[in-house]
Structure formats: structure tokens, C-alpha cells
């Protein structure tokens, strides 16, 4: 039988969590429709799928571990009424009771995972985490609060249970709270795939952003241009991520799976179709059951349209279950090619990374 994988749902106080008719991270309807398909496929029916409420609650000082005394004030201070964090990330009511509950979450499944009660875990978040930076100092969040998946690991160092995480990004846009936080911590290998930050938001994550004093080379950063496809994808994540991962030999692996990557997303510009979300996944868990006991927390992460979403989030679902996924379509309009252009350009970013990085890992020496 595969390992056991629990589904970490959201409880009825994060569903509620609403950013507001306008906004397109919509945060109960990608939820339910993910559930609906991972029903409708047989995939919770599987023994060795558990569907978790989570009951953790971080604490202040679990947050403290990653933020700044200022951050979680001001995120207190506009949840008692409401207001905006940024432009982009609005504080309803609750926000600040709520990320506390989603950073409770987010620790809970990756104990459970060091204790041996499953060896993964998704968690199906109500807003991001990426983003959320040390402080808010004037840059977008981004649709974050607290930095979830920095507080998780933090916490799993702390109680003594993990000592070094493999981060793997697969959101399209970079995140530069992790980045952020663990920018000198070679305890932490964080690794992004995102489209180019000349072409989207946050604007971070080029390659010779490599990390600082202890942590330099422990950072890497894989921009890719807008119409890069399944190809070029697959290509970086055996070429760079496999290697590395191997070589860096963590506790466990943390994996942010992005739908946004998705080449209807309405947000971003990559072209990736439903056949990419089948094959690295597929890689990430071959690799994590080589390298560290199969232990994988994946986060369920951007997506904007969320039909796409939704099936995207099966397939990845499937995959971390070890059984085939269910064939499910593309929309309308998917790209079969890439632009030999884009080919090209990929090619040229990944030569430059290697030569980077083969001051610091023998891998690509
Ligand atoms: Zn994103």
C-alpha cells in the first residue's frame, strides 16, 4: 500500500475567510471544487487517504519565529475592524484569528509527518503565505498575512523533530518571504520556479540572488519566460531541482504546487497544461521516496481560474497518492509547442544558474 496521505481541509473559520467579490483569489469556491473532483475520483475514497480538521493553533510566538513584533501588530490591528494590508491583500474581519489557525494547521500536518502518523500531507490554505516578508515594508504581500510554511519549519526545528527543509516553488510567482526569511539559513534550501520577475509580480527572484553568509548558495532562483511550456518546465525541474535535492538530502521536502502556472490562469503568462501537472508531481514524490522517506507537505498554492485549479489540484492529489490520475481536459486553446524563442532563453537560464551554483553544490561541477 502507498504512504499515507492526509488531506488537510480547511475548517468552517478559514472557509469563511473572504478577500471580497472583486478579488481573484476565491477561496471557498477553488476549496469546494477541489473537493468535489478529488470525491467524484475515487482519490478520498482510498485507505490510505485521510481527510484531517486540523485543531493547532500558532501562537504569537510561533509567528515571532519568522516575523517581526510590527507585522503581527498591524495585521492585529486592521483584523479588529477590517481594512487593506496593501492593494492587493485586503484584513477582513478575523484575518488575524484565522492566520493563526492556518499556521496551526500548517505545523500540525508537518509534526504528524515527523511522528509517523502520515508521511504527507496537503494543505488546502485560505490565503498565501509566499509572500509574507520578515516585515511590511511597503511592498505587496500579495494575498499573504503570515509566511505559514516558514512558521511550520520553524517550529519542526525548534521541537527537535527536523533539521533541514528542501523548499521546491512551484507557484508562477516567486516567493519572496521565504526567500526572505531564509535568505541566510543554510537550513533551508529554497527553490523557486516563477515567471521571469521583469514580466510579474513581486519582482524578485533572478538567479544571482543566491543567498547570503551562511546560506549562500542554499538559494535558487529559476526564472522562466512568459510562454514557457511543459517542455521547458519539466526540463528545469530534472535538470536543476532532482540534483539538487539529492545532493542537499533534507528531512523533508515542502512543495508549493501552483495552479497559476496554468496557461488559462488569468494572472500570470506560463503555459503549462493539465499533462505537466501529471509529470511533476509524479517527479517530486519519486524523488522525496528516494531521498527522505517519501515525507512531502505540499501547499496548495496560487491558482485564479479556478475551474483549472481545481484540476490541476486532483492531478497533483493523485500523484502525491501514487495512483494514476484521472483524465481530466484541458481548456480550450492549450499550446502543443513552445516558441523556439522561449526554448532558447530557457536553455540560456539554466547554463547561467549551473555555472552559478557550481560554486557551492558538486552536483554541477
Ligand atoms: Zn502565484
Known amino acids: 500500500m502507498p504512504p499515507t496521505l492526509a488531506i488537510i481541509k480547511q475548517t468552517e473559520e478559514l472557509l469563511s475567510h473572504d478577500f471580497g467579490p472583486w478579488h481573484p483569489f476565491k477561496n471557498r469556491e477553488r476549496f469546494e471544487k477541489y473537493m468535489a473532483l478529488i470525491e467524484q475520483h475515487g482519490i478520498t475514497k482510498l485507505p490510505w487517504v485521510k481527510l484531517i480538521t486540523p485543531t493547532k493553533v500558532a501562537t504569537e510566538e510561533d509567528i515571532l519565529a519568522v516575523h517581526d513584533q510590527s507585522l503581527i501588530d498591524l495585521i492585529k490591528r486592521l483584523s479588529k475592524t477590517g481594512g487593506m494590508l496593501d492593494g492587493d491583500t485586503p484584513v477582513p474581519p478575523g484575518t488575524y484569528e484565522r492566520t493563526l489557525i492556518q499556521a496551526g494547521a500548517s505545523m500540525e500536518a508537518v509534526e504528524s509527518i515527523m511522528r509517523g502518523e502520515y508521511v504527507r500531507a496537503i494543505q488546502c490554505v485560505a490565503f498565501g503565505g509566499h509572500h509574507a516578508t520578515r516585515r511590511h515594508v511597503g511592498r505587496s504581500f500579495g ?7 516558514g512558521v511550520a519549519m520553524r517550529y519542526l526545528q525548534r521541537i527537535g523533530l527536523a533539521k533541514r527543509f528542501f523548499v521546491l516553488d512551484c507557484d508562477a510567482h516567486h516567493g519572496n518571504g521565504i526567500q526572505d526569511i531564509f535568505y541566510d539559513d543554510p537550513t533551508v534550501l529554497y527553490m523557486s520556479l516563477h515567471q521571469d520577475p521583469l514580466t510579474l509580480y513581486p519582482g524578485t527572484g533572478f538567479v544571482h540572488e543566491v543567498g ?6 542554499y538559494n535558487v532562483n529559476v526564472p522562466l519566460p512568459p510562454g514557457t511550456t511543459n517542455q521547458s518546465y519539466l526540463r528545469a525541474l530534472e535538470e536543476v531541482f532532482v540534483p539538487l535535492f539529492r545532493e542537499y538530502k533534507p528531512d523533508m521536502l515542502v512543495y508549493l504546487l501552483g495552479a497559476d502556472t496554468y496557461f ?8 503549462l497544461t493539465l499533462s505537466c501537472y501529471s509529470e511533476a ?15 512531502v507537505f505540499t501547499i496548495l498554492a496560487g491558482g485564479y481560474h479556478v475551474d483549472a485549479a481545481a484540476r490541476v489540484f486532483c492531478i497533483g492529489t493523485a500523484r502525491l497518492a501514487e495512483v494514476e490520475p484521472p483524465d481530466l481536459s484541458d481548456e480550450l486553446g492549450a499550446p502543443t509547442e513552445e516558441d523556439p524563442r ?3 532563453r530557457v536553455e540560456k537560464v539554466l547554463s547561467e544558474l549551473k555555472q552559478v551554483l557550481s560554486k557551492y553544490w558538486s552536483c554541477f561541477a
Open 342 to 344: 522561449v526554448t532558447a
Open 143 to 149: 494575498f499573504c498575512y503570515f509566511n505559514h510554511e
Open 281 to 295: 508531481p509524479k517527479l517530486v514524490v519519486d524523488c522525496a521516496n528516494e531521498v527522505c522517506g517519501g515525507r
Open 212 to 217: 547570503s553568509g551562511e546560506g549562500e548558495g
Open 264 to 271: 488559462a490562469d488569468p494572472l500570470t503568462m506560463l503555459k
